[in-house]
């Protein structure tokens, strides 16, 4: 009989958040290549643009995939996503938690809504899909992948909203991966660097260059870089990681 690749997802339900563009779109559509079903989350804004987005990723990934609303930050949003995936799957086998944004200011100048909202999407929403998967909406032997960043490891000037928000990240993967640890789920998170894509796309061409010359890899990373770190943490080669934080920043910072 031949191996079974540890990357064949044939028959495992995936759903990822914020996955109309970006990172999220890049996981969305690799697990489906990789044969999972795949549920594309995103964020409904009254013009439906963002379900146009989420409907041509889920087009992409083709295998029964399919566009899913949900705001993260919303409670509702979050349990109605998952009894609708537990209604017609059954459930789910991974969930990788990738929403988020950023609304960078300086300390004194940032407001109440400019830190709460980005604690609310970052945080909260990787919170209520991980309490919603400990309720039951994530089968024995689940996988979940957070993303956090390595702004919520060493900080940068601007992020007094953004880096908490994945520095908790980081605490709460490691809080899950322990109660879940029982119905053999493990947690992890990828801290990725810096990588290219519209989050990042509207800095400076100088800022970009300097900060890739601080990186000992010499230059930001893509998109496939965080894809192939979620293939490996959800792939059954992983099965004995849980509760830790993948560096995917070429180096720039090397601590946990
Ligand atoms: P992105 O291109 O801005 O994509 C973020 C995605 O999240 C978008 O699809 C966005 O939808 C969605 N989203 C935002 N708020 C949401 C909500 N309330 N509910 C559901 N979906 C929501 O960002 P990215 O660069 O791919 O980043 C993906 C993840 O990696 C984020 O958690 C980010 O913090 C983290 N990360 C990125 C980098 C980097 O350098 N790019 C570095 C470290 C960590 P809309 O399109 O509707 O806004």
């Not at 995936?14 to 999972?36: C, D, W």
């Not at 908790?168 to 998170?189: F, M, P, S």
């Not at 000992?216 to 004995?240: K, M, N, Q, T």
Request: charged share 20%; hydrophobic share 45%.
């Amino acid at each position: 009989m031949a191996p079974t690749s540890p990357f064949d997802f044939t028959g495992k339900t995936a759903l990822v958040t914020g996955a109309s563009r970006g990172i999220g779109a890049g996981i969305a559509e690799a697990f489906a290549r990789h044969g999972a079903t795949v549920l594309v989350n995103y964020l409904p804004d009254p013009a439906g643009a963002m379900r146009a987005e989420a409907e041509a990723v889920a087009a992409r990934c083709g295998g029964g995939a399919e566009a899913i609303a949900g705001d993260v930050s919303k409670t509702a949003d979050v349990s109605a996503m998952l009894d609708a995936i537990k209604a017609k799957h059954g459930g789910l086998d991974i969930l990788v938690a990738n929403a988020g944004i950023l609304r960078d200011r300086s300390l004194a100048k940032m407001s109440d809504d400019e830190f709460e909202s980005v604690l609310d999407v970052n945080l909260g929403g990787v919170f209520r899909c991980l309490r919603g998967a400990a309720q039951g909406a994530l089968r024995e032997g689940g996988r979940v992948v957070a993303l956090a960043s390595v702004a919520g490891q060493v900080g940068f000037f601007g992020q007094a909203n953004y880096a908490p928000s994945k520095a908790a990240v980081i605490a709460l993967v490691k809080v899950a991966a322990r109660e879940l640890a029982r119905k053999k789920i493990t947690v992890n998170a990828i801290a990725p660097g810096f990588i290219r894509t519209a989050m990042t796309e509207t800095m400076p061409p100088e800022v970009i260059e300097k900060t890739a010359e601080q990186v000992p890899l010499g230059e930001w990373g893509e998109v496939a870089d965080i894809v192939h770190a979620a293939l490996f943490l959800c792939s059954s080669g992983a099965r004995y990681i849980t509760g830790h934080v993948l560096n995917v920043n070429g180096g720039f910072h090397m601590g946990t």
